[in-house]
């Protein structure tokens, strides 16, 4: 007789509807996600872009006193590594600020659209580095940056892609160029565009 009470207890507990508590989480928690999806990333650091734009103008000052081109190209690889630095930090002080989580799904969808340009762009420079082309470097990383700016820009606020396209705008015109104009378009691409814009953003969107 214990046995059967025991079974019709459990099948009764099993027949019970969920809590009203349960069901309220779960649809906290799938409102939430949606909503996480939905937004955009908007930790993308205009000061930080400020910064990387007077970087990118100080490099380009030094690269043109360079006579070797590996100086040369030396100089634009420290620059290349301290501007991922200055972005990566700002970005980071950005979004303890704005209280947004850089492991958000907006986050992590503008990082993953942002870097399969820039990894070609390192692939690329080795191939053309190891053949010789050396006068076409720098349309090479003024296209392959505005088209990482842009994809992970589509996850971002307006003035992102925008900017990304000017970069695809100047890389275009640094392939019609003669090669001594290199390190200015680098000045006005990397430099002063990143200003611009960084200023842009920084003033609209909150840093």
């Not at 690889?77 to 501007?83: D, G, I, M, N, R």
């Not at 611009?196 to 003033?203: C, E, Q």
């Amino acid at each position: 007789m214990a046995k059967i009470q025991a079974i019709q207890t459990k099948e009764s507990k099993a027949d019970q509807p969920p809590s009203l508590h349960g069901r309220a989480m779960d649809n906290l928690q799938f409102i939430r996600k949606t909503m996480e999806r939905s937004t955009h990333f908007t930790a993308v650091p205009g000061y930080g872009g400020i910064f990387m734009g007077l970087t990118a103008i100080g490099a380009a000052f030094i690269a043109n006193q360079q006579v070797l081109i590996k100086d040369w190209l030396i100089v634009w690889a420290v620059e290349a590594v301290l501007a991922f630095a200055i972005g990566l930090f700002a970005m980071w002080q950005k979004s303890k600020i704005a209280n947004v989580l850089l492991n958000s799904a907006p986050a992590k969808k503008f990082a993953m659209s942002f870097l399969p340009p820039l990894i070609c762009a390192f692939v690329i420079t080795i191939g053309l580095w190891r053949l010789g082309h050396f006068e076409t470097l720098i349309p090479v990383w003024i296209l392959l940056y505005g088209a990482a700016v842009i994809m992970g820009g589509s996850f971002s606020v307006k003035s992102v892609p925008i900017m990304g396209w000017c970069f695809i705008a100047l890389g275009t015109l640094a392939f019609v160029l003669p090669a001594n104009f290199g390190n200015s378009m680098m000045a006005l691409s990397f430099g002063i565009l990143h200003i611009v814009f960084g200023a842009i953003i920084a003033r609209r969107f909150g840093g």
